[in-house]
């Protein structure tokens, strides 16, 4: 009684070829989507260009405050670009560390060119700091993304130091 193992072993290099070709479309599939990936737009009268070409336009000066509990950053614009929110970022010997985010994107409040915070409402961050504590304050601004709007955090290299008072 012999087997016949000859019509097995074409099957087996058939299937594995077959799998081995759809691992690599998903690898090529995953790969071309985050390439292809849609940016964050913003306008700022000269059409529409890569928001991180607006991180670079913002101009703002912060004055933050600490006490009973709570943190306020105050800005004034002193740019032409919309500031939405801000990031704040302690850094602590060598080390960043997120403190908290506030922003107005879901009202459409923004502090404009020559503005100042809304007042009576800074924005507060819920998380207590104390003096001569070196912080820093990100701005948010707001995109687009086709035709939904989306809160963007500008990097860290645009943002301003402060000190807590």
Do not use: H
């Not at 801000?86 to 985010?101: A, F, P, Q, Y």
């Not at 994107?105 to 507060?124: C, D, H, I, R, Y």
């Amino acid at each position: 009684m012999g087997e016949n193992k000859r019509g097995l072993s074409p099957i087996i290099a058939t299937s594995l070829l077959i799998l081995l070709a759809m691992v690599l479309a998903v690898i090529i599939f995953f790969w071309a989507r985050s390439v292809i990936s849609e940016k964050v737009q913003k306008d700022l009268g000269g059409g529409e260009r890569n928001i991180d070409d607006a991180c670079k336009n913002v101009q703002f000066v912060a004055d933050v405050t600490s006490a009973s509990g709570s943190t306020t950053i105050s800005i004034e614009n002193t740019g032409n670009v919309p500031i939405y929110g801000v990031e704040l970022i302690k850094n602590d010997e060598g080390s960043k560390r997120i403190i908290g985010n506030v922003s107005f994107a879901p009202k459409l409040t923004a502090v404009k060119s020559g503005e100042s915070s809304p007042t009576p409402n800074p924005f507060v961050i819920p998380s207590t700091l104390a003096t001569k504590t070196n912080v820093l304050v990100v701005p948010i601004l707001l995109g687009k993304i086709g035709q939904s709007e989306r809160e963007y955090i500008c990097s860290e290299d645009y943002g301003v130091s402060a000190e807590v008072a």
